[in-house]
């Protein structure tokens, strides 16, 4: 039993948007008798995973379930039967399916599965969703880990895959968005024949012409009828979170507000974590744009002491408590966004030069 929890760990911690507990604290709450709620104050724990081993001579059966603190319900059980002899095969079968419970179902939502599909071990797809909450983050550090990781994850698909050139363009995009590469021809037609390429290759899921919308729309000057043509077709194959997502980033820039914020909205009931708070940080961006104050801090709640939190919400709560008078406040959430990777020509892209100038006047922003 303790190996199968060593196992569960170590495969758990390769996911790095999740955060998972070492085995030490787990055989702590256990000798000392624990209770969920102790667990859950003590250490902010959201899923336990607890389960019982029994063993008859050759013969064990193994019985695991998923307990979410807040609704207190089991969400998932896994049951197995096995021979002690298959007892490291069982470890690894175990730790892998709940591994998928954690990305798909408690993570990233449906479209989890979808991606899954697109890779040829779990091991990939993993890296995958770690490039991905890499590259959310907006952030030159954040630019440099997805960066690696897409070239590691390269070596493993040395034929035409689609999902490899739609990480390749969102690669170059955000790099060019961020001033780390230049935006020159190359780079540009590189983006240009990559997303054409995923399109010829699978045009049957959303992904691709995501991509192309958002890409095109702030890169590649295609203009807002084609984006949100590509946008209609995404959502015509499966409206996922990221599809929303991206959508609605496109109708923001369209200047289509209050779809923008529909879709922000319909997107985050669609997916159960949003890593990095990056749909949430995009919906207080529009709400903040148009005005509608009362509606950040409905949406932000409690969740505005994450440690984690996107910084543009904790931007927009400095621009605020600046505006109402209360400087020193103002001062702590500038110093908590830039901490989360809050840059001047990322707050320029993203609000433009006069809120940017409204933020200098903050602090001393660097």
């Not at 085995?23 to 995973?49: K, P």
């Not at 175990?94 to 991606?115: A, E, F």
């Not at 049957?204 to 084609?226: F, Q």
């Not at 969740?303 to 904790?314: T, V």
Request: glycine share 6%; with cysteine; net charge negative.
């Amino acid at each position: 039993a303790n190996g199968l929890t060593e196992s569960m760990i170590s495969t758990l911690s390769t996911y790095k948007a999740i955060r998972v507990l070492s085995s030490s604290t787990s055989y702590h709450a256990e000798d000392t008798s624990m209770t969920d709620d102790n667990i859950s104050d003590l250490y902010g724990v959201d899923f336990i995973i607890r389960g019982l081993m029994q063993v008859m001579g050759e013969n064990a059966r193994l019985n695991l379930e998923i307990i979410d603190l807040k609704s207190r319900e089991v969400i998932a059980t896994k049951k197995r039967d096995f021979v002690l002899a298959d007892i490291f095969a069982i470890q690894d079968e175990i730790s892998d399916s709940i591994m998928k419970d954690m990305q798909i179902d408690l993570g990233v939502g449906r479209q989890g599965s979808n991606w899954a599909s697109l890779f040829n071990s779990l091991e990939d797809f993993t890296n995958f969703l770690n490039w991905r909450n890499e590259i959310r983050k907006q952030s030159a550090e954040g630019f440099s880990k997805s960066e690696k990781i897409y070239l590691d994850m390269q070596r493993n698909y040395p034929e035409e895959v689609s999902v490899m050139y739609i990480m390749e363009a969102w690669q170059i995009w955000q790099g060019i968005l961020l001033k780390l590469i230049p935006n020159n021809n190359k780079n540009l037609d590189r983006m240009k024949f990559v997303l054409d390429r995923a399109i010829e290759l699978t045009p049957d899921i959303p992904d691709v012409y995501n991509a192309r919308a958002m890409i095109g729309l702030t890169l590649l000057d295609y203009g807002c009828e084609r984006s949100l043509k590509d946008i209609a077709t995404a959502e015509n194959i499966l409206a996922t979170g990221d599809t929303l997502a991206i959508g609605a980033m496109v109708n923001n820039n369209c200047g289509n507000f209050d779809k923008a914020i529909s879709m922000r909205k319909m997107a985050l009931k669609l997916v159960p974590n949003d890593t990095n708070w990056v749909i949430t940080g995009g919906l207080v961006k529009v709400l903040f744009q148009q005005g509608r104050t009362s509606e950040i801090y409905e949406v932000v709640g409690d969740n505005i002491n994450a440690e984690n939190i996107d910084s543009r919400i904790l931007a927009v709560y400095a621009i605020l408590e600046n505006r109402n008078g209360n400087t020193n406040e103002a001062k702590k959430f500038l110093k908590r966004s830039v901490d989360n990777g809050l840059t001047q020509n990322f707050m320029e892209l993203q609000f433009g030069k006069e809120l940017l100038s409204e933020m200098l006047s903050v602090d001393n922003f660097e």
